[in-house]
């Protein structure tokens, strides 16, 4: 991902800046992407994940028993607005929306998948709706430019095109590929596959 956004900047001239969201796993994505585009980064908070409060860390199971009913009707984008004390929709649309208003020069943003969702959506004009549903891939970033959001990804590699295979798997034919390849003791999955 480093060496994708190092060749995406040669486009640009002028101020880089580097924003990222104070949280542990960004910082590592920083550390890592750091070492291909070797300018200073700033820790920025309106760039934190979406906080579920006590829900923070538990399992959809976990909440349902602990809080019986809070996500009956709630949808797979829109449940983490429902904890009794998280953050709101309203509330992170304004934080992110405030973010965006406040940005002078090409900025990189470091952030999480919800997070990530509502500064498309802000930067795009989309509704709740719209921007709660918008894909999170891990295979590249977005490029928001000209009213456009636009998806960088890096090429695939022989693991993802073989990853993309076994989604098209039926549950038997997977299970019968699991069963029959793999080893006890082995990670599978920290290996290019052929």
Known sequence: MGELLARELKRYAGQIDIHVSPLGRTKETAARIGRYVPLASRDEPRLMEVTTGSWD????????????????????FDWFFRSPDGETFDAAFARVEEWLSGLRSTTIAISHGLTGRLIRGVYLGLSRREMLELPVPQCGFYRLQNGQAELVESPPTKRDRSVDLTAMLSDQELAAIVKSHMELGLNHLDFDLP
């Open 57 to 76: 860390g538990m399992s959809h199971y976990e909440i349902d028993m602990e809080y019986p009913g809070m996500l009956e009707g709630a949808n797979g």
